[in-house]
């Protein structure tokens, strides 16, 4: 069995990690801990584990967490920067899902963090972990940078234009809209029920952390520059994400579905959808599946691609456990085959 | 007192039409017909208005509509253009909420609703009722086609730019999300809260039957042919409506906060909001504003224009009220200062 | 005109009280205090109110406030029972929306609320304002104690019932549930969205601040001691409160229908429904009313009432103008006719 | 590998068997059938399965149904009191997700589903499948009446009370709340989004079809006729149900907490909260758990209940597969050990 820590429980991925994990037949979660509410029992927090889970939380430099083989960082920005050094030189693997190891540009991440860059070795060896691009990369990682949700959203829905050289890129828009759980557990005014549910708004419009993320890793897809526009909006519901993107097709005769399905047949966890078909955020909630369709518009040469995962699982604790299994050598799908919860 | 008749009075478009009329000092609603309810109270399909509406569903051709000043079709496609002529012809006003008369091109119209339209008098009679352009035509009207709910928010978010304009007509993109309402009261296994809550969605991609009206009512305002992308998504939530539209400026200097400020300063149900703040759906909702916000991308020279109404009110019965008030000489804003209701 | 003005005017009543007296053609609302925000503008906390509201958050000793007839406190328990005194020596009417003077016995109000009550002379003043039950003498009150919005929905349901002396005493239980705007806009995990919406619970089943409430106000209609069960529950959407109450019919043969139909003909805000409709506490959104179905149990004794209203408007701010408009010989429903926003 | 068939596919409870034998690892789904889509393939009806499923919908007399070791009926009433008995004689094993075989009493049967009952000898050789209670009996049966959500939810409530004989079995109030689900995939304007979202009520308050079964089960329980009072109500959720159940105590003094503790501590699937906890229907979405919470009322001598199940899991697919494993000789949870989705 790998061992597992996780360090920073108390969040929607910590527990959607539990939650995954659980089905997983090759693990054992041996630590979890919170600064905050070390000591209690993690079903005391989390009451959907009474009968499930006997853990407890630690306090995070428990000396537990050295016996993991493995240790995930459900940790809000800034806070694995500091603390994944003493893994990673134990020879313990480390998954990050935070943002602290995504962007290879230390001025970009102070720009949108607040905060300086600290640890360039570390950075230098992270591996972004968007499974689907970087697989051969990630086998033999010692530190994943777990993707952003939404830039896994729009560069799984790119991939195939970018690599087949099909779109103008100075000219792509990705209007995105995300559940509320995006914007995590911490008590919040803006994301209480009456603020947000019943609602529908765009929100960093002026510039959102996530921007620099999507440009980053579609330009390393393009092998040159590409400039996006970016908008966010919140949906009033718990999970789903989706990303409409709109592109320019250089050749508006081309096959883009076959290109698309050619593209993934072989990814277990991306679907294209027939011809046609518009994806559904539901249909792949609580579970790693990514479904993308893609419809030309009516007028002109425009293509529009639609491209949904559930934010906590594809877009956070699922493709970090996905990233697990590449990194241990076992079935990419292994714990996560569930399909989603519907209704 | 205004004696007003509304005719299919059981879909949400009625009850919203009922709903605002009772705030109304200067009218009476004196019948209400729908064919499959004819001779039961109104409260009993509507409970929330049992105690302040006495009112018996009527048959459509029952002849106390004769005594009305102005009648309001609140039917499916196809009904009122049979139905208005008799009304138009003894001098009653009508307001077609429905489609019927909305497009002036009838192959458009056979296009997309699959009729073909029979009634060439009327249709160059009618006219389209969007207040805020065409105040003046509306003010003699006899035959009001009131706008659908997209064409209302996108039309009204891309004026001032195109009054001025700013505005490349070539690369419009309009991403438009709508609550669920829009899709009416009928049983309808799609719109079942168990379909439709907790998910998000594309639809109509490959073609919407607003996309006409859209096209047609942009190309009126800047005098030339104007195409766009058009895609609708589907919200978890009864009412709301929001376009987010993508357009590049032609000169990106220009100070486009000020022009929408200025563009509207007069609108009473027109509000543009300060500088960098995004509008919400909720705060419109059940009143007839529209709020606008713009917002220059960081980079480039797109311009995202975020417009929000609810689309049961500004979307259709509230602007159908804001018509017959020009149409009678009545102050515009006459029974529709309510403020939105939050939370 | 009367002056109005509103002592802590940034939670869900204070905003309820500015939709609401918007509609009122007697009123003004001259000052609206907020210790955290004074010196904003009121509609950049509530963008609903831009274009219809230009005032500016003063602090609450600011001197304007003694220039109006009537005040509201829109204030968490503790800051009203200091802060009404000064008012109400100069003659300033007051009804404090929140929990301050609505229990008789400063013990249970020690009991409830932690706080010793300081101010016995203003809690011998104080007038219960339920207005259906209190409604002389409320007339002449100076000091309104707004009832709570359990309390409300309860006594409703059951006045007909303890007036003619049908039920057990002995044997009460009242099944309440309750939107989320009941728990206010303060930043709290436990009414994220993410963490009410799509579920349900109890909570409070040991023991709730409106127990106390509730009995005193039954064994004042009841004229002895009465006790009852009250478990409430929180549902997953913005506004709305039902009670679904169980008791013990001494006569089962009594016709309860019309006994409730009678008992509320004259009140314009209570509704009881035709026999075998139950209510819906969608058809109360946003409106003043409360409607009231009631059912005998299939078997034995038992009757059920159900009993619902939108928990902001008379479950606190609609009530809360209504009690004005009684002080002050007013139409009791002025400003108060809208009916409930459907759908 | 044990062979399942599935008659009537197409509903929530059809898809929901589907997810949940995705899981297990020791069956396989050969046959799904369904008259309206024989032909189709079962992932253009749900998407969600679109990558995990290879299915066709076949007709229901398709012969490869007759190759199932087991089939689920997961249809309206009265097909299965028809369609059961062919299998049956095949010996192959029948569980009945539908009401045809819950009811002992024809009468009771004709009563409430208005059909004659015509299966009598089906009828005597069916097993009510409430595992925790008929576990014994479900081994050897050849026929499964799976019982219905809200029987569940209040019998596995009541189960330790009746057993201890504690409480008084005639003053019994169950109140109960299901998420919408439970009204099924069918077109229906009274479960539209927009009929049912943003409000709660109570229905069938006059008569339910579950009171019978549930007054028939606690019979059972007891050993003499319980009568109760039940009152269902709609929660505008998808999934989950909630039993608030009043009991009055026969002796106050009991330690009710150690008698559920007690009762359920070899119940993998019934988690008895810890003193003082209350239950969230959000901690069972998705999974086969049922969790209770027990409290005193803090006056008299009531006790309450809250019982909360998935009513698509625990409540119909979820305890079906659950009766399968008891059938077949299996581990009881396999497949069965998901927790809860959260949030």
Redo the contacts between chains.
Sequence with gaps: MIKVGIIGGTG?TG?EL??LL??HTKVEVIAISSRSEAGKRVDEI????????DLIFSLPDDIILNECDVIFFATPYGVAMKGVGAFVKKGIKVIDLGADFRLNDKDEYKKWYGLDHTQDELLLLAIYGLCEINREKIKNANLIANPGCYPTTVALGLKPLIDNKLIDLT?I?A?C?S???GAG?????A?????????????G???HRH?SEIKQELSLLAGENV?L?F?P?L??????M?A?I?VDLLDSDVDVQSIFESAYKDE?FI?V?GA????????????N?C?I?V?K????N?L?V?S?IDN?VKGASGQAIQNMNILFGLDENLGL???????
Tied chains: 1, 2, 3, 4.
Excluded at 185 to 189: I, V
Excluded at 235 to 240: A, K, L, T, W
Excluded at 337 to 343: A, D, E, N
């Design positions: 929607y527990i539990l939650r659980h089905n989390f009451p959907s584990l009474v009968g499930s889970c000219n828009i209007d809209k559940g509320v759980s557990r911490g008590a919040n005014k994301t209480l029920l009456c603020e947000v549910s019943e609602s529908f708004k765009a929100y419009v002026s510039g921007y400039n526009t908008v909006h949906v009033p519901m718990i999970r789903g989706q409409t709109y277990y679907t959808l046609g078909n518009t994806p559904d955020t539901r249909n792949v909630r609580g579970s599946f479904q369709g419809q518009a009516p007028y002109g425009k529009i639609m949904v906590l085959k569930q399909i989603g919860l519907i209704p």
